[in-house]
Nanobody, 130 residues
């Protein structure tokens, strides 16, 4: 069974940066996409970024983080990262990574719904102070 472990969260001042890690281990099978989501207290889990495991490693971001967050992968470490710059207090949330094993849509499609992903990590807290 695949296991995802997030790390790298913490407390940072507004304007600062954090780099979250998502280490993938276990019998992971295939990977078609990985995504990052976040969930603030009392709110739904929302999409942030996704990377398709294609030759071009196509990425897609929600508008609120575009230009500030970057998703990258390191296959040698079986790890996906979320580099977060210019953090804002409204970025405070628990951050989750997720994996999707198989393609389920034809054509150009980015997986932005939580129920489209197969396995999840336990989350890491990010707190941005003003």
């Amino acid at each position: 069974q695949v296991r995802l472990v997030e790390s790298g969260g913490g407390l940072v001042q507004a304007g600062g940066s954090l780099k979250l890690s998502c280490a993938v281990s276990g019998r992971s099978g295939s990977t078609y996409a990985m995504g990052w989501f976040r969930q603030a207290p009392g709110e739904e889990r929302v999409f942030l970024a996704t990377m398709l495991w294609t030759g071009a490693d196509t990425t897609y971001y929600v508008d609120s983080v575009k230009g500030r967050f970057t998703i990258v992968r390191d296959d040698a470490k079986s790890t996906v990262y979320l580099q977060m710059n210019n953090l804002k207090p409204e970025d405070t949330a628990v951050y989750y990574c997720a994996i999707k094993h198989s393609r389920t849509h034809i054509g150009v499609y980015y997986y932005t719904y939580a129920n489209e992903y197969d396995d999840w990590g336990q989350g890491t807290q990010v707190t941005v102070s003003s």
